[in-house]
């Protein structure tokens, strides 16, 4: 509970309207979309401008109470949940696009501006902002820059951290910083623009961002390519780069992916097959049709059961369905749905689809595997129920298992969702104990009394590394 | 309580499916209005499961925000876990109506309409003979001239002024008979669903349903004991009252031995749909009331299949549609009523931008909940102004009366007009009845 005098504090700077402790404000604001994870705040702001965030950012540090940022609330990592209480700063009104710079093909945006209408503003332009965060509907860009979020078109076209090239944000003393600009050049100290890119909210509030765009690709096409094998799958998407080729687009099923979309879409998979690749070219068209010839014919070379080339939109769409439905298709099959995303290197992707099924085996869970195969970002989804508890245990037993053997394979525990609560106790099997300590010190010289987003990032304590014989 | 209440009658399982991803937000009316999360339907169903689990008391924030949802379910296609939502909706609104003591002008309205007047078709139609004679003996004109509607609220003096000319006879006194015969080789015998408000209030497209379907083929019956659908009763937490009506239009189709059954009203059609939800847990009528749901069609589905376009009157007119909720996200009929009005010849279909977005009628919403209804609607018209359509389509009562009253807010009477989908078909093929009687003399 907030003294009435804080309380009164804070609507002074937001007005009555603004700032919200009720019951059902409190609860709203409780959750994220990651699954079992839920705390009260003791209070909800949602400033309309920086000065704004600033008082308050002011009237936390005076009284030592924890901020946690928000947008959208659809991260996946437990970002945005307020563990310790506090306050709960949520940039949703601070929702406009400041200008579009045709000259510098740069957008300046307000961090609570949704990514799609970034996308559909730039884009009745001519101009292209690349990052597609599978939440990109509801998600804003102030969370895409917190959690560097990344997307379908990752492999070709990079990440969020590609396409920020300054930031507005204000630090936990209530300084406000100002970082890059509109430069593709700037060597001006240490980058903190791609330092606060991806910080979890843990470093400074980002109150405003600029952003890197470029031209719209003229034409795209896409095709499924379908595999009785996994390795022939594998060696096709290693095969397609190697000949040069980077596709817009080059997503992944595996077969118990493809069981259930085939079974809740009907249409028309092959559900025999072990996994379909589902791949995408744009740019100039007569570079699209030739990129997507040869793709096809390393694709047969690779004894692809079955090629799928859409040639007009709607066959487009209907090739799309079954990557886009992939989510749908396995959230609907048990109450509780855990998305993961460990990621390795591309060359790896065989034998992390290979770990991943044995551990699944192993632990008798249902873990399903998609994502992005270009990137070796992989999406294996375990459906679960978050009552069963016996369960859940061995969900995280085999979780725990899968992040060891991406680290093994020289990947990552997390490609592109973060780390928050959910991943922290693992953060140091990837970074070490000195990469811990450095960050660590980032953190204290940022927020050295710990008010923003406490909890997150930095576990009270590390998992100790599961010692697994894999023979 | 109200605690108790609702715990006893939601659904957790389905409360515990909602995975939190939030992708119903974008298509909330109220979270696009407001950019509160309690205000969507994610933030909704959290309400609720934190009731459930005793994380939270069911306060009046509570019931006024499980208020301020229209009930449009248009969350309900866009969730990838499939939530119920309606259903959930309505779980919440039966509890919170089970416990909540209204003060004694508002329990008896709600028990004069719910229970002795709705459900009574005589009576629906006997109301829309004293409105009739209203409208027509020229007290109407002397009671706008006195000025005393000026006492009523805005959205009721809307409603008023837009009307339609009621009638005292239902469908089946109407055409004098109870099974109409298919014009020409008989295809299937159809039941026709003819609704309460319908049946009153635009008896003329009770009339152009059975005329459209008699000519492509059906045999109509209509069975004589039917009754309202219970929707109203449903979505405002009347599920008691919805389960008795539900029985006795099971009773009534079944005794009609019917291929199939017809509703014209998106609004009913969803609820006769979910007939078989609604009796979940009857023993003795559950597995009646599957066969009745499965049975369940709209009025668009079945021509699409039957009708023969090319037969039409041209209709040189610029044509849009503005969907009914619960027919596009409650039967999820999208395609049938636009394919429809592609095909008739020489007509320009625009397509209406967010046509798939409430119009802010929802039932009796616009009566109770008129701020929130009237952003909706001025958002809609700016929508439809822009179309530059002659007629503005769309395929159930409520939706129609608010379209009427959003065509004359924005002053478009005179340039555009709201018609239901069946009777813009009627229009274009009377044509060629016409031309046919024409022959035969």
């Known amino acids: ?471 | 309580m109200l605690k108790e209440a609702l715990i006893n009658k939601l659904d957790y399982d389905e409360l515990s499916n909602c995975m939190r991803c939030g992708f119903c937000q974008p298509a909330c009316p109220t979270f696009r209005e407001t950019g509160y999360e309690a205000a969507s339907p994610r933030g909704r169903i959290a309400l609720m499961k934190a009731v459930a689990d005793g994380v939270m008391e069911p306060d009046k924030d509570f019931i006024d925000q499980m208020n301020l949802c229209l009930g449009c379910r248009a969350c309900e296609p866009v969730c990838p876990a499939g939530v119920p939502y309606g259903q959930l909706i309505e779980q919440t609104r039966e509890a919170i109506e089970d416990v909540q003591e209204h003060p004694w002008w508002v329990s008896s309205m709600r028990k004069v309409a719910f229970t002795h007047l709705f459900p009574h078709q005589k009576r629906m139609n006997q109301l829309g003979g004293l409105l009739r004679f209203y409208q027509r003996s020229g007290l109407q004109k002397t009671v706008r001239k006195t000025g005393v509607m000026r006492i009523l609220p805005k959205q009721l003096r809307e409603m008023e002024a837009i009307m339609p000319e009621a009638s005292g006879k239902g469908t089946r006194e109407l055409l004098g008979a109870t099974v109409i015969p298919a014009a020409g080789e008989k295809v299937m015998r159809v039941g026709m669903f003819h609704g309460c408000i319908m049946d009153v209030l635009f008896s003329e497209t009770n009339l152009n349903t059975v005329r459209l379907l008699t000519e492509a083929g059906c045999e109509v019956v209509i069975a004589p004991d039917q009754v309202c659908c219970g929707a109203l009763h449903a979505h405002s937490g009347e599920r008691e009252g919805a389960r008795e009506l539900a029985r006795k239009n099971i009773a009534a189709f079944r005794k009609a031995d019917v291929d199939i059954i017809v509703s014209n009203a998106g609004g009913c059609g969803a609820l006769l749909q979910e007939y078989d939800h609604l009796l979940a847990e009857d023993d003795e009528w559950h597995e009646q009331a599957k066969w009745f749901a499965s049975r369940v069609k709209d009025i668009s589905e079945v021509l699409s299949d039957l009708v023969e376009p090319q037969t039409w009157q041209a209709l040189p007119q610029r044509v849009t549609y503005q969907s009914s909720c619960h027919l596009r996200n409650g039967m999820k009929v999208t395609k049938e009523p636009v394919n429809l009005l592609q095909s008739i010849p020489g007509a320009t279909y625009v397509p209406l931008c967010e046509g798939d977005r409430c119009c802010g009628s929802a039932g009796i919403y616009n009566l109770v909940q008129p701020e929130m209804a009237g952003n909706l609607l001025d958002e809609k018209m700016e929508h439809v102004a822009a179309t530059q359509a002659d007629i503005l389509v769309t395929s159930n009562p409520g939706c129609l009366l608010q379209m009427k009253a959003g065509i004359q807010r924005a002053g478009l009477e005179g340039k555009m007009e709201a018609v239901h989908l069946v009777d813009l078909l009627a229009r274009v093929q009377s044509e060629k009845e016409a031309q046919m009687q024409t022959k035969q003399s």
């Open chain 1, 1 to 471: 509970m907030l003294s009435e005098s804080i309380r009164s504090e804070l609507v002074a700077i937001v007005g009555e309207k603004n700032c919200l402790d009720r019951q059902e404000a409190l609860v709203a604001y409780s959750y994220d979309a990651t699954p079992m994870q839920q705390a009260l705040p003791d209070v909800v702001v949602l400033p309309k401008s920086t000065e704004e965030v600033q008082q308050v950012m002011r009237v936390a540090a005076r009284h030592q109470i924890p901020i946690v940022t928000r947008g959208a609330g659809s991260n996946l990592c437990g970002g945005t949940i307020p563990v310790g209480g506090g306050i709960v700063l949520v940039l949703s009104r601070m929702n406009q696009i400041v200008e579009i710079d045709e000259q510098n093909l740069t957008i300046t945006v307000q961090p609570g501006v949704r990514t799609v209408d970034i996308h559909q503003a730039v884009e009745a332009r001519g101009l292209f902002y690349p990052p597609d965060p599978g939440s990109m509907v509801i998600s804003t860009i102030g969370g895409n820059i917190a959690l560097n979020s990344g997307g379908l078109r990752g492999l070709k076209y990079g990440t969020t951290k590609d396409y920020v090239l300054g930031l507005e944000a204000v630090l936990p003393n209530g300084e406000i910083i100002r970082t890059g600009g509109k430069l593709m050049k700037d060597v001006a100290g240490y980058d903190l623009t791609k330092l606060l890119v991806g910080s979890e909210g843990t470093l400074a509030i980002i109150t405003q961002a600029i952003l890197k765009l470029i031209p719209k690709p003229l034409s795209q096409r896409v095709m499924l390519a379908m595999f009785a094998d996994m390795d022939q799958a594998a060696r096709s998407v290693s095969d397609i780069i190697a000949n040069r080729i980077i596709p817009g687009t080059l997503e992944f099923l595996d077969q118990g992916t493809i069981r259930v979309v085939e079974d809740f879409k009907q249409i028309g998979l092959p559900t025999d097959v072990a996994a379909i690749l589902l791949i995408g070219q744009d740019g100039e068209p007569q570079t699209v049709d030739r990129d997507m010839e040869r793709i096809a014919a390393i694709c047969e070379k690779n004894e692809a059961v079955q090629i799928k080339v859409a040639t007009t939109p709607e066959e487009a769409d209907d090739v799309m369905t079954a990557r886009r439905s992939a989510l749908a298709a396995l959230s609907r099959m048990r109450p509780t749905t855990i998305l993961e995303d460990a990621t390795v290197p591309r060359a790896q992707i065989a034998p992390m689809v290979a770990a991943i099924q044995e551990i699944t085996n192993r632990y008798g869970l249902q873990i399903c595997t998609f994502g992005h195969a270009g990137d070796g970002n992989l999406h294996p989804t375990c459906m679960t129920d978050a009552r069963n508890e016996k369960e859940i245990e061995r969900v995280e037993h085999a979780f725990e298992e899968i992040f060891a053997a991406a680290i093994d394979l020289g990947g990552t525990i997390t490609g592109e969702h973060g780390v928050g609560i959910v991943k922290a106790p693992y953060l140091e099997w990837k970074v070490g104990a000195a990469g811990m300590e450095v960050m660590k010190g980032i953190k204290h010289a940022f927020d050295p009394h710990n008010l923003l987003n406490p909890d997150k990032m930095f576990a009270k304590q590390s998992r100790n590394r599961v010692v697994v014989n894999r023979a």
